[in-house]
């Protein structure tokens, strides 16, 4: 079936340790992006892509890196984990303009110890 | 960047009763998104309203967007048990990307 997954849904990593989580989309969505959530900040744009080689920072980018190959993947890398960056990440996707609706994956629930 | 506030932070209701939430930005919005996520669970989108004084209805949620389109609203009536969650609104930025405001969290209770 079509849609947006990310893997793991559940992670628990050390400190300093380098985690990666993943994001596929079957649609060929030019626009993906990733999302963290926290209590009492909703959702904040940690990078977003416009195309495959194309990526740009948005609010909380430090800490993350990103790289967008191939249209259908969008890694989402953490060089050297820290408990601040204990969170659930959402990729999201859309056709291709910001009134369009926006498709969001299931999640991955990050504990950093 | 495009910021909004979204008030309240917590709702708690009584099953029946109605609930509103509300998304204030200081400057005038091109269209505006709503949100919801069931707990555990992840956004989906709603609704979106782009016109001034725009009113959209789905069955018992009414989305308002004012007439200066610097604020909006999402009215439930009649809560329901199915109606739990969080309800965001978005607002498209440059970049074709969106910021959310910080959510409404709703509880009901039998």
């Not at chain 2, 069931?38 to 949620?61: A, D, M, N, T, W």
Request: proline letters at 3%; a positive charge; aromatic letters at 12%.
């Amino acid at each position: 079936d079509a849609g947006i997954t990310q893997s793991p849904r559940y992670k628990i990593t050390e400190t300093g340790r380098q985690v990666t989580l993943m994001c596929h989309q079957t649609w060929s969505h030019s626009y993906m992006f990733w999302y963290r959530q926290d209590l009492g900040h909703g959702l904040r744009l940690i990078y977003y892509s416009a195309a495959a080689d194309i990526t740009d920072k948005g609010e909380v980018p430090d800490g993350y890196v990103v790289s967008r190959s191939k249209t259908e993947n969008f890694p989402l890398t953490l060089e050297s984990a820290t408990r601040s960056q204990t969170s659930v990440y959402f990729c999201a996707t859309h056709f291709g303009r910001a009134d369009y609706e926006q498709y969001f994956g299931p999640g991955t629930r990050l504990t950093v110890t | 960047g495009q910021q909004v506030m979204q008030i309240p932070q917590y709702q708690h209701v009584q099953e029946g009763e109605d609930f509103t939430t509300y998304c204030n930005s200081s400057t005038t919005l091109s269209n505006i998104q709503w949100y919801k996520q069931r707990p555990g669970g992840h956004p989906v989108f709603l609704i979106q309203l782009v016109k001034s004084g725009e009113v959209k209805k789905q069955k018992r949620l009414t989305f308002q967007f004012g007439e200066a389109k610097k604020n909006s609203s999402l009215h439930i009536t009649a809560t329901q048990t199915t109606d739990v969650g969080t309800y965001f609104c978005a607002v498209t930025g440059g970049g074709n990307k969106l910021t959310f405001g910080t959510g409404t969290q709703l509880k009901v209770e039998l």
